[in-house]
């Protein structure tokens, strides 16, 4: 007799199957950490992280080049957590994982086409330091003992283009994408901020400092210039988000 737990389980996996999709990396399937080395060698292309700021939540004597990594460093400074808020944690800093090399590749593309030095210049700042946001939250992915977003690659690789598409229109519009694209993502981690366990302060510390970031980022946008972006325009930019951080909550 299965009980309606395991019923649900082998649905869900079936469902997984029938969409060629592997489940979260809670799977624990051989081929698993196969599919992980191909993910990190893919995003150490596409999406490098480099802190260059201590991750959030460490101790403040703690210097960023003595602090302690991994497993170890989660259990000096954040309470264990029950299993399903690990696995809550995991999946909605994989989400956050993902946007981050999203938002590094928007970056990216809109730089490699703006027309002005100044707008280059504030765009690549702001990589710099979504690239820091990227690096934290793989921190923390591997301290849930998770892994990010199967579908990295295909992230990065779109917001490439939708970054550098958007600057083709001028550095105005392009100015006018990063201040919509920081309002949306602001709002993104309120919702994630109000989801995560209570008892995960390591993971709300990180999302507190990235927000602060990423307002800072649209703020510097509009100073710059920007103009406001079409209403459907925005709307769509809404619609493309919410299928990404979809997909990378279970992929
Ligand atoms: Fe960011
Ligand atoms: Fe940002």
Redesign the pocket.
């Given at each position: 007799m299965y009980s309606s737990e395991s019923i649900n389980a082998k649905r869900r996996r079936k469902a997984c199957a029938a969409l060629l999709i592997m489940e979260p990396m809670e799977s624990r399937h051989p081929l698993d950490p196969l599919i992980a080395a191909a993910d990190r060698a893919l995003r150490a292309l596409f999406a490098p992280a480099h802190a260059s700021r201590p991750v959030p939540g460490n101790p403040p004597e703690t210097p960023a080049s003595a602090a302690p990594t991994g497993a170890e460093n989660a259990a000096a400074h954040t309470p264990a957590l029950a299993e399903n808020d690990r696995r809550e944690s995991a999946a909605l800093m994989r989400v956050n994982h993902a946007g981050e090399v999203a938002?590094q590749a928007l970056y990216h593309g809109q730089a490699l086409v703006s027309r002005s030095t100044t707008t280059r210049d504030l765009l690549l700042k702001?990589a710099r330091?979504?690239a820091d946001h990227l690096a934290w939250c793989e921190t923390r992915l591997k301290e849930l003992g998770s892994r990010p977003s199967l579908l990295n690659p295909l992230w990065y690789l779109g917001s490439f283009a939708i970054g550098a598409l958007a600057a083709a229109t001028g550095d105005r519009t392009s100015l006018g994408f990063v201040v919509e694209t920081?309002k949306q993502?602001e709002g993104h981690l309120d919702e994630h901020l109000a989801r995560l366990p209570t008892d995960d302060t390591r993971s709300r510390a990180i999302l507190n400092v990235m927000r602060t970031?990423?307002i800072g980022?649209g703020a510097a946008a509009k100073m710059a210039g920007a103009s406001e972006l079409p209403a459907p325009v925005r709307v769509l930019m809404r619609h493309a988000a919410r299928v990404m951080t979809t997909a990378a909550y279970w992929i």
């Open positions: 938002a702001a330091e979504e920081e993502v970031d990423e980022h």
